[in-house]
């Protein structure tokens, strides 16, 4: 399995309370990406990147931040969080080398804003 | 703009029948990747099968095949002989192969194997 680790696995906060989570591997892939999954609409791309500090929006960017100043880690920021992005976030990397097009996917972080 | 369309979003067949889940896409990209990816009760996103898009032969692994229809934009998963642990919730996605590999999601189908 991929090195993917996704923290806090799990957390409940408040509406108006920043957040942060993060993503950490150990493969050095380049691409980083930060999805995230709602019923009836699969998994949607917030951010990505594709190096330190290369970065760029997805489909669902508006309310997220992020940041990468390491190969290892690439962090999503809620600025405020509101309750429509209660959601599961998946961190996904990608070996661009290899060229397989395969995304490898962390375990899923479970916010609940209130 | 890319996208991949799920038109069922649940299927439920008996253990040992076999199952096809129907996926379309739309892009104006010729070269591509496409997946079946599963995700079952522990959240954990597990790929199934791969395609390229210049290849024109279907893509197998064990118990599963796809059948890739490019012209169609088609890119159906068929399971075999289902068994209980093929209860999951399968995606279909795809993957332009130039700059930023972005991969992009169906809706999703929610597929019970009952015994």
């Known amino acids: 399995d991929a090195g993917i680790t996704q923290s806090p696995r799990h957390k409940v906060t408040e509406t108006g309370t920043p957040v942060t989570l993060r993503c950490h591997q150990t493969e050095n892939h380049r691409y980083m990406y930060w999805y995230r999954q709602d019923p009836g609409h699969g998994l949607r791309l917030i951010h990505y990147?594709?190096?330190?500090?290369?970065?760029d929006k997805g489909e669902v960017s508006d309310g997220y931040s992020v940041s990468r100043s390491k190969t290892e880690d690439f962090l999503l920021t809620l600025e405020s969080a509101t309750s429509s992005q209660t959601s599961v976030y998946f961190c996904?990397?990608?070996?661009?080398?290899?060229?397989?097009?395969?995304?490898?996917f962390g375990e899923g972080s479970r916010l609940t804003v209130l | 703009a890319q996208t991949v369309t799920q038109s069922q979003p649940e299927m439920s067949v008996q253990e040992a029948e076999t199952v096809t889940l129907s996926c379309t896409y739309d892009?104006?990209?010729?070269?591509?990747?496409l997946f079946w990816y599963k995700q079952p009760p522990s959240r954990q996103m597990i790929l199934v099968i791969r395609q390229e898009a210049y290849k024109q032969q279907n893509a197998t692994e064990n118990r599963f095949s796809v059948n890739f229809q490019k012209a169609a934009k088609s890119f159906s998963l068929k399971i075999s002989d289902s068994q209980l642990g093929d209860t999951a919730m399968y995606f279909c996605?795809?993957?332009?192969?130039?700059?930023?590999?972005?991969?992009?999601f169906g809706q999703g189908t929610r597929l019970t194997i009952n015994p």
């Open positions: 990147s594709y190096g330190v500090k290369d970065t």
């Open positions: 892009t104006s990209e010729n070269n591509y990747y």
């Open positions: 996605a795809f993957i332009i192969i130039q700059g930023a590999q972005k991969l992009v």
């Open positions: 996904a990397i990608s070996d661009q080398v290899s060229n397989t097009g395969e995304l490898f």
